[in-house]
């Protein structure tokens, strides 16, 4: 286990612009996450996430970078940060904390800093400052957090050979330029069986096979869907020739009318919509972690007799793993922008005596690098979704915050695909990469509900909603 930091650092200060005819306020508010602790004598870098305000630039920009912490091997801290103008251009903030151990106070609370544009032209120069008294507030968000979501290993299979098992990976994501929506879908199901016999002979899958299937939305014509497989699994579960490859990073494949080679990558950290340790560990029926939130996807797809080339695709890559298929289930993907997202997952148990309560609703936003609510599966009792075609809505209030969402699935970008559990049991879903979206989040403050948050998504959202025969 890798033990990382993270915290929330805030600083204000002044901005120059170029020509030094005029001084405005600026301050940004930014979340750390640095994957490893520091080394007393090294350097760490970290990933870097919020808002940033300068007067006659920026009101409130959303704002990515790094973070680097060399106290000792280089002595500085230094500061990287990208943001857009309120006229839409983009912005570059590079500054760094020259530390000096005989200064220590004013060295660790003072960042210089220089602001470009794109083409390298400076814009101003900047002086920013930590508050001391913010000092208490700081050291009381700052936590270690435990890395364990290596995302190659995420990306692996975790069948190892028991019946009644469903492991699955998924990727979804929107062409920015025809608007097309897609999604791949594969399978490694384990049917319901009893226990081979020790000694008996094996194939190496005793029954298991590779499936799934491909769908494309277009937003100006019905969508496509096609299955492949099923393959079984030869020798050491190695897939069969002409399956489909699902590789870290690489998705390759055909499915009737449609074919794909595909690249995605992704800097974010995984979302767990379920505890980790629930992922690790299978404690519970099903489990299902996002491990590319923010992918964008790079390559070619082919419907039929034409081809969309994927460039900066948004999307994501996520995987399941347990016993089968819900008994009713809801689903939603949406790309925020600017690195935030929610994935929400509603479903009622199959278990015997669980089936007619109420869906538990997992949600997880990340907002400017910051993941709510803290703990999803705890917070579930206090989220409510009301599953239905063609819309559904999920509603909850955690402490004081309070999140709605609707979603609208139209029915003519809408493809309908059966399933089946590991112990054949059959299911349906209905699902779109051209769903609409309403978020809207808020927060309490003096007494009343004011917003913190709102997006709507007009046929970018990806959905699905599930259920029995």
Not at 69 to 82: F, K, N
Not at 221 to 231: C, K, L
Not at 447 to 468: C, F, I, N, Q, Y
Request: hydrophobic share 40%; with cysteine; net charge positive.
């Amino acid at each position: 286990m890798r033990m990382g930091m993270r915290f929330t650092e805030r600083m204000a200060g002044t901005w120059r612009t170029a020509d030094g005819c005029r001084e405005q306020p600026i301050g940004f508010d930014m979340h750390a996450d640095i994957p490893s602790v520091l080394h007393p004598l090294g350097s760490v870098s970290g990933h870097l996430a919020g808002t940033l305000a300068a007067g006659g630039l920026a009101q409130q920009a959303e704002a990515t970078g790094t973070i680097e912490l060399s106290p000792v091997e280089h002595r500085r801290i230094r500061y990287t940060i990208d943001f857009r103008s309120d006229d839409g251009t983009l912005l570059h903030l590079d500054g760094w904390k020259s530390i000096d151990w005989l200064r220590p106070v004013s060295t660790w609370t003072t960042l210089p800093a220089t602001i470009t544009a794109s083409g390298g032209s400076v814009v101003g120069t900047a002086t920013l400052r930590f508050r001391l008294r913010d000092l208490p507030a700081f050291a009381a968000r700052m936590r270690a957090t435990p890395w364990t979501d290596d995302v190659l290993a995420l990306q692996e299979p975790r069948w190892k050979g028991r019946p009644g098992r469903l492991d699955v990976w998924y990727e979804t994501f929107t062409d920015p330029v025809t608007g097309t929506g897609f999604w791949l879908h594969h399978e490694l199901v384990a049917p319901s069986g009893p226990p081979r016999r020790p000694g008996a002979p094996s194939s190496g899958g005793d029954g298991a096979y590779l499936h799934g299937w491909a769908a494309a939305f277009p937003p100006d014509s019905p969508p496509t869907w096609a299955r492949y497989g099923p393959h079984p699994l030869g020798l050491r579960q190695a897939p069969a020739a002409g399956a489909p490859r699902v590789e870290p990073g690489a998705r390759s494949g055909e499915a009737g009318p449609l074919r794909w080679d595909l690249r995605f990558e992704d800097h974010s950290r995984p979302l767990h919509t379920v505890p980790a340790a629930a992922w690790r560990r299978e404690l519970l029926p099903a489990a299902h972690v996002v491990f590319a939130p923010c992918a964008t996807f790079h390559g070619t797809v082919v419907v039929g007799d034409r081809t969309v080339a994927v460039t900066d695709a948004p999307g994501a890559a996520a995987r399941i793993y347990g016993h089968g298929n819900a008994e009713r289930w809801a689903w939603l993907h949406a790309d925020l922008g600017g690195g935030d997202v929610l994935e929400v997952v509603a479903a009622v148990p199959r278990r015997p005596g669980l089936r007619r309560l109420a869906p538990v609703t997992m949600v997880q936003l990340r907002q400017g690098g910051r993941d709510w609510p803290a703990h999803p599966l705890l917070a579930a009792p206090l989220m409510r979704c009301r599953i239905g075609l063609p819309g559904w809505t999920v509603s909850g209030r955690i402490g004081g915050r309070r999140l709605h969402v609707r979603v609208e699935q139209p029915a003519e970008h809408c493809v309908t695909v059966p399933y089946a559990d590991p112990d054949g049991s059959p299911a349906t879903c209905t699902n779109t990469e051209r769903a609409n979206a309403h978020v809207l989040l808020e927060r309490r403050q003096a007494g009343r509900w004011l917003p913190d948050g709102e997006w709507r998504l007009k046929g970018t959202a990806h959905a699905e909603v599930g259920s029995r025969p």
